[in-house]
């Protein structure tokens, strides 16, 4: 694409978070990835990459093999201090996996929650880097103290302490309103289910399926950002609210939960939970796929026996069976639940178990353990 933003990824070797990282970034409107160098570690202290790699690149990037490169994108979080090194080496933008992660999502919110969730991200993001980046300006490890500098770093402290009280306010508005809102439903008694999931498990298409909507669906990382609830009828006599939500991704920053809290809250309240999983990727992938959903789902203390694990992507019947007994065997899960909202397959099973799931008993027992992590 004529003019596509020229980056190269730096990233680590396994396949897993190579793979991730490129899809991340290509996950960018208009972004080109020009080459990826990998390295084991990126916790050195100058570069975050050892020397001699920093060194690689600094060539790569001003020698006339690259054609022009625009940005470097290093996929792990950096300190100030090793942005500004590489910066300085490369004489190109750098950005750790903290910021593109923070420009995927500005460049994809779009209801007023979500903006407001990624500027309070965006806040958390800058609070540490004030501090650390005058440190730098002043060439000291205490700068300017008692003088200007400490007096302009506590002044820009100030101000973002105060942009993000004044976003909270919004945000808690926001989400008074959303609980007004449930409280009301909760009179009209609809159940509500939940889809949460890692990005790009099929959230979004089964919900589509489900509530015969057309929300964007696609391979592209975080494709929803705010959540949407429909009403859905499971069977003659049930009807349930569903609620489509954000993606969870491994090595997602705390703040970034935190800032996404108010909008999961609702769904992780919800009646049940359905945890998507994506069963066409290799099993590798699945089992840290699977474990960064329930790290997130347990810092957010969601009641475990109200989550039923689904595999997705279960598109032919025939070639997949044994993959789907390697997979339940490995994530301890005794008969599954399998579907494909391509293809159709096991919807109208899933529908008479959320049916069963909600009968009153089962909800005030918690039987959706049977299906579920101990
Ligand atoms: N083959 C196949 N592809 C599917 C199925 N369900 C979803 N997909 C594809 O998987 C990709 C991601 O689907 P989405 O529904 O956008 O996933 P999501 O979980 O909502 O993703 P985010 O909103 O980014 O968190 C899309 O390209 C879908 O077309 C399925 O049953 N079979
Ligand atoms: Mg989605």
């Known amino acids: 694409m004529e003019n596509s933003t020229r980056v190269i990824l730096i990233t680590y070797p396994d396949s897993f978070r190579l793979e991730e990282a490129k899809s991340l970034v290509e996950s960018l409107p208009n972004y080109k990835i020009v080459k990826v160098f990998t390295q084991k570690y990126l916790d050195h202290s100058k570069y975050g990459m050892g020397a001699g790699k920093a060194e690689e690149i600094e060539s790569f990037v001003k020698g006339s093999e690259s054609g022009g490169v625009q940005q470097i994108i290093v996929d792990e979080h950096l300190t100030t201090k090793q942005i500004h090194n590489l910066e300085k080496l490369t004489e190109l933008q750098v950005i750790d996996r903290e910021r593109l992660i923070l420009n995927i999502f500005s460049s994809r919110a779009t209801s007023t929650e979500s903006k407001l969730q990624i500027q309070l991200a965006e806040i958390k993001y800058q609070f540490p880097r004030v501090r650390e980046a005058s440190k730098i300006a002043s060439g000291s490890e205490r700068p300017g103290k008692g003088g200007m500098g400490e007096y302009v770093v506590d ?132 089992r840290i796929k699977y474990s960064s959903c329930w790290n997130v789902l347990e810092e957010l203390k969601v009641d475990k026996s109200r989550v039923l694990v689904i595999l997705t992507k279960y598109d032919d019947e025939n070639m997949h069976s044994e993959k789907i007994r390697e997979i339940a065997k490995d994530l301890e899960l005794s008969d599954p639940m399998v579907i494909s909202s391509k293809g159709g397959y096991g919807i109208h099973k899933l529908k008479t178990m959320i049916g069963q799931l909600l009968l009153p008993h089962h909800l005030h027992s918690g039987t959706t353990s049977t299906k579920t992590r101990n």
Do not use: W
Request: aromatic share 8%; glycine share 4%.
């Open 155 to 286: 002044v820009k402290l100030r101000d973002l302490k105060r942009q993000m009280s004044f976003i909270q306010q919004k945000l808690e508005y926001a989400h008074r309103k959303r609980n007004l809102y449930h409280h009301q439903r909760m009179e009209t008694d609809f159940p509500v289910v939940s889809l949460v999931g890692y990005t790009s498990s099929g959230k979004t298409t089964l919900f589509n399926l489900l509530t015969e909507s057309n929300k964007e669906t696609s391979d592209d990382l975080f494709t929803t950002l705010s959540t949407t609830t429909r009403s859905l009828k499971i069977n003659s006599n049930t009807k349930v609210l569903l609620v489509d939500t954000v993606g969870f991704i491994s090595r997602l920053p705390h703040y970034m939960v935190d800032a996404f809290k108010s909008t999961l809250e609702e769904s992780l309240g919800a009646d049940l939970i359905l945890l998507l999983i994506d069963s066409s990727e290799s099993i590798e992938d699945i």
